[in-house]
């Protein structure tokens, strides 16, 4: 499991709340813990990996346009 470090800085906590928010949103953690909460049939789960691949194909397909 890798480690998430905010610093607080002049005491200044909601700051370093959005930060840590962000980090864990950043690492998918918040995703990970949803799927693990309720059971996903073998099914689903190949429909959802099918999904996250093409997805990040046209994010990547988007970011070669973009840098051409």
């Known amino acids: ?9 002049d005491n200044d906590l909601e700051k370093a709340m959005r ?3 962000k980090k864990i949103q950043n690492d998918g953690l918040f995703k990970r813990l949803r799927l693990r909460k309720t059971y996903e049939k073998p099914s689903e789960f190949k429909r959802r990996k ?5 997805r990040r194909l046209r994010i990547a397909e988007i970011k070669r346009r973009r840098f051409r």
């Open 1 to 9: 499991m890798k480690e998430i470090e905010v610093r607080v800085i």
């Open 19 to 21: 930060i840590l928010k």
């Open 50 to 54: 099918e999904r996250e691949a093409q």
